[in-house]
T-cell receptor, first 116, second 110 residues
């Protein structure tokens, strides 16, 4: 069974600064996907970024980037130039590629607050 | 292209009542799932489907039934509501591992 751990229940950052959210996972699978989802107060689950395990290059999406360390089973999210709209709960998630349809495993979440 | 839609947005039930949460997607995705999110927690998988006519249990299936008669629709039925089923329910469809979520249904069971 897969597990995903986010060790930081809450974090805060000043507007325009950079923050890194941590995530570790445990799996015996070799092919899998990792995700960061954002959940603002509206409760909508919004995909932030996706990483395929077989790709060595770290994924980036505008101000969001990841540091994927496959051997260490670590998948951190870096948010650059933080904005007030980045305030949300952030979830790290894992899915094995062989069952890529449906069995997404989530971490407990990190509540990020961006202060003006 | 509406993506994933869920109805209703809010629902209050009494213990023992039954109801169906509706979910539909217009992206022609084969895979669909139901999750629940309890306060302060991540999402947990209830049931999922890999295509029309095929469903399977997730992590927390007890008290819920699903069926998948079409690619578009994946309803979740609560058989006899209990207070422990008070939660926010999310439906998702997926393509190559990436899940696209609906807006959620907030359910309260009194």
């Amino acid at each position: 069974a897969q597990t995903v751990t986010q060790s930081q229940p809450e974090m805060s950052v000043q507007e325009a600064e950079t923050v890194t959210l941590s995530c570790t996972y445990d799996t015996s699978e070799s092919n899998y996907y990792l995700f960061w989802y954002k959940q603002p107060p509206s409760r909508q689950m919004i995909l932030v970024i996706r990483q395929e395990a077989y790709k060595q290059q770290n994924a980036t999406e505008n101000r969001f980037s990841v540091n994927f360390q496959k051997a260490a089973k670590s998948f951190s999210l870096k948010i650059s130039d933080s904005q007030l709209g980045d305030t949300a709960m952030y979830f790290c998630a894992f899915i094995a590629r062989e069952t890529s349809g449906s069995r997404l495993t989530f971490g407990e979440g990190t509540q990020l607050t961006v202060n003006p | 292209n509406a993506g994933v839609t869920q109805t209703p947005k809010f629902q209050v039930l009494k213990t023992g009542q039954s109801m169906t949460l509706q979910c539909a997607q217009d992206m022609n995705h084969e895979y669909m799932s139901w999750y629940r999110q309890d306060p302060g927690m991540g999402l947990r998988l209830i049931h999922y489907s890999v295509g029309a006519g095929i469903t399977d249990q997730g992590e927390v299936p007890n008290g819920y039934n699903v069926s998948r008669s079409t690619t578009e629709d994946f309803p979740l039925r609560l058989l006899s509501a209990a207070p422990s089923q008070t939660s926010v329910y999310f439906c998702a469809s997926s393509y190559f591992g990436t899940q696209y979520f609906g807006p959620g249904t907030r359910l309260t069971v009194l």
